[in-house]
């Protein structure tokens, strides 16, 4: 019975050990599809669009503290 046992949990642990070492496999990644024209570089708004720009949260004015 206990032979059984420890065969049974040999036989466990090289299957996990084979589909972890599987899994860990590098594959060939897919060449990326480009279009045809080169893309537009320097053209993206970035930092043109008013997010981040209203002062919500923010005070209009210095605040002083008054005696």
């Known amino acids: 019975m ?3 046992k420890i065969v049974f949990v040999l036989g466990a ?8 070492n599987a899994a860990d496999l ?4 897919p060449v990326p599809v480009y279009p045809a024209e080169q893309a537009p570089i ?3 708004p ?3 669009s008013p997010i981040g720009k ?3 949260g923010k005070a209009p004015y210095p605040v002083a503290a008054r005696y």
């Open 13 to 20: 642990t090289l299957a996990l050990v084979t589909a972890a």
């Open 26 to 29: 590098p594959r060939r990644q």
């Open 42 to 44: 320097g053209k993206m």
């Open 2 to 4: 206990t032979v059984k």
């Open 46 to 48: 970035i930092g043109k």
């Open 54 to 56: 209203a002062p919500i």
